[in-house]
C-alpha cells in the first residue's frame, strides 16, 4: 500500500475523471508510475489498490509520486496535466507532512524517510512548527507494533555488513562531536547528510532480510542523531520529523529496545518544549513496551526522563519514584553484559547529574545538592557541553539555597566553559540560572555575570574572563 498523508480527505473527482478521459485501466497507471519511479531510483510497488484509494479516498502518496502520476497522464492525453488538474497538492504543501508520516509498510516507511531527508535542508521546510499532536499517531502505532517482519529487498546497489559498519561508524563519530561541541557543530550538522547521500542510495538498494534489519537499525541511529543536533541547536520542527522517522525505521528493524529509546528521546523533547504531561505518557508507554525486551540500562534512562518529566509538572512524589526505579534498574546491570553500545553514556554520574536537576525543578536545593555530590567528575574536554549543563544546573540550586557567591563562582565557569560549545540548549541552562538570579540584580557581582553571560540570554558578545578549570 503506498505512503500517504494523515489527513482524511473526500474522494479525488478531479483524478478520477482524468484517468477515465486518458483511458487508462487503474493497473496500467500503477505499472507506469512505478517505471517511472524507477528511473528517478525510487523502488515504489503501486498497484491497482493503490490508484483506487487516490481516488475513492483522496489518499495523497509521498512527494514526489503526485508529480509522476501527472507525468503518466500527461503522456496518456498528450497535453500538460498540473498538480491541480488531478487534486493533488504541489511540493511546498506536500512538505507541511514531511517527516510526520509513519507508514504501516516497511517499503513505505523507506520512502518517507528518504523523501524527508532528501527536503530537510531546504529554507522553506524551517517555516514549520513543533506539534505535540504530531506524535499521536507514530507512538500509538508503534505501541501497538514495535517490531515489522524481516524480509528481503531487491533494488539497486548490492548492500553488505561493510556498508553497514561504515553508517556505524558514522553515528559513533557524530556521537562524539555532538557530546563535545554541541549540535549546531558542522561535524555533527552533516548527520543529516549521511542520511540523504549515503543511507538513502543504501536503502533503496538489494539486501537480505538480516542485513535489511541491521540497516534499518543503524539509519534509525543516525536519524535520531540528526534529530539530537538538531534539538541541541532549537530547530525542533526538524527535530521531531527526525524522531518520528528514526522511531518508525527501529520498527523496521524490528529493534524494540531502540525503538523504546528514541521514543524516549521524544518524551525528552516534548517536555522541554513545555509538555510534560504528554511526555510522562510517552515515556511511560516506552518502558511498559520493552519492559521484557530492553536492556536494564535502556529501562533505566527511560524511567530517568519520566522522573523529569514528573518534576517539570511538580509532582514530587511520581519523580522520586521514577528516579528510584531508574537507579534500582542501574543498578542490575553487570559488566560484560550484552547491552547497545548507544546507551554507555547512562551511568550512576549521568543519573545523579540528572538527580541534581529533578531536585532544582522541585525547587528541593539540599536534595538536589546531596545527589550532585554523588556525581563524579566528567572531563570537560569529552563533555564539554555536559559539563557546562551540569554546572549551570548547580549554580541554580546554590542561588535557590541563597548561598550567592558560590552560585555566581559556578555560574562563571559554566559560561567559561559552554563559550566553546554551540548548542541552544545548553544555552538554556544559563538562562535558567539568570532568571533564578533576579532577586539579586542589582548587586554589582551579578551584574557582571549578567554582562558575561548575555551571548547565552540572546544578547551580544561578552564572554571575557579566563578559563577555571576543576
Known amino acids: 500500500m503506498a505512503s ?20 487508462a485501466s487503474h493497473n496500467a497507471l500503477a505499472f507506469r508510475v512505478n517505471e517511472l519511479a524507477r528511473r528517478q531510483g525510487m523502488s515504489t510497488n503501486y498497484t491497482h489498490t493503490s490508484v483506487a484509494n487516490w481516488c475513492r479516498r483522496g489518499m ?10 501527472a507525468h503518466a497522464l500527461s503522456e496518456r492525453l498528450g497535453r500538460r ?3 491541480a488538474d488531478i487534486g493533488m497538492p504541489d511540493h511546498k504543501a506536500a512538505a507541511a507532512d514531511l517527516g510526520l508520516e509513519f507508514p504501516r509498510g516497511t517499503a513505505d516507511a523507506v520512502r518517507a524517510a528518504t523523501s524527508f531527508w532528501s527536503s530537510v535542508n531546504r529554507r522553506d521546510f524551517l517555516g514549520s512548527s513543533f506539534a505535540i499532536t504530531a506524535f499521536s499517531t507514530p507512538v500509538t502505532r508503534w505501541l501497538i507494533a514495535p517490531a515489522d517482519v524481516p524480509a528481503d529487498h531487491r533494488g539497486g546497489v548490492r548492500v553488505g555488513r561493510a556498508d553497514v ?28 547528510d549521511c542520511l540523504n547521500h549515503r543511507a538513502t542510495p543504501l536503502l533503496n538498494g538489494t539486501y537480505s532480510a538480516e542485513i535489511g534489519q541491521q540497516l534499518y537499525s543503524v539509519t534509525a541511529e543516525l536519524s535520531r542523531l540528526a534529530g539530537w543536533t538538531a534539538f541541541d541547536i532549537n530547530h525542533h520542527e526538524a527535530a521531531q520529523r527526525h524522531f518520528i522517522q528514526a522511531l518508525r525505521l527501529a520498527r523496521a528493524a524490528g529493534d524494540v529496545q531502540l525503538g523504546c529509546y528514541v521514543l524516549t528521546t521524544m518524551a525528552m523533547q516534548a517536555l522541554m518544549r513545555g509538555f510534560p504531561t504528554e511526555a510522562i505518557d510517552m515515556a511511560e508507554g516506552a518502558f511498559e513496551r520493552a519492559k521484557t525486551i530492553a536492556a536494564p540500562r535502556v529501562l533505566a534512562f527511560t524511567k530517568l526522563i519520566e522522573a523529569r518529566a514528573h518534576a517539570r509538572a511538580k509532582d514530587g512524589r511520581a519523580a522520586s519514584r521514577a528516579l528510584a526505579d531508574s537507579e534500582t ?27 541534581s536537576e529533578i531536585y ?12 550532585h555530590r554523588q556525581a563524579a567528575a566528567m572531563a570537560s574536554g569529552v ?10 544546573i548547580v549554580a541554580t540550586v546554590h542561588i535557590q539555597d541563597r548561598e550567592l557567591d558560590h552560585g555566581l ?42 554582562h558575561r553571560a548575555r551571548p547565552h540570554t540572546g544578547g551580544g558578545r561578552p564572554y571575557r574572563r579566563a578559563v577555571q578549570q576543576s
Open 329 to 355: 534498574m542501574l543498578g542490575r546491570m553487570r559488566d560484560g553484559a550484552d547491552e547497545p553500545h548507544w546507551i554507555d553514556f547512562y551511568t550512576h554520574a549521568r543519573l545523579s547529574a540528572d538527580a
Open 360 to 371: 532544582r525543578d522541585l525547587h528541593k536545593p539540599k536534595e538536589a545538592l546531596a545527589w
Open 4 to 23: 500517504t498523508t494523515r489527513r482524511a480527505r473526500p474522494p479525488n473527482t478531479a483524478l478520477t475523471r482524468l484517468i477515465e478521459s486518458s483511458g
Open 383 to 392: 563533555y564539554t557541553r555536559s559539563v557546562g549543563m551540569r554546572l549551570a
Open 409 to 450: 563562582d559556578l555560574g562563571n565557569r559554566s559560561v567559561d566553559i559552554l563559550s566553546r560549545v554551540n548548542s541552544k540548549r545548553a544555552h538554556h541552562y544559563v538562562q535558567e540560572l539568570t532568571t533564578a538570579l533576579t532577586p539579586w540584580r542589582t548587586e554589582p557581582q551579578v551584574r557582571d555575570f549578567l
Open 81 to 83: 496535466v498540473q498538480l
Open 165 to 192: 559498519e561504515e553508517l556505524r561508524e558514522s553515528a559513533d563519530a557524530a556521537r562524539v562531536w555532538d557530546s563535545r561541541y554541541g549540535g549546531g557543530n558542522w561535524r555533527s550538522t552533516s548527520v543529516a
Open 60 to 69: 495523497v502518496p509521498t512527494w514526489p509520486i503526485p508529480r509522476l502520476i
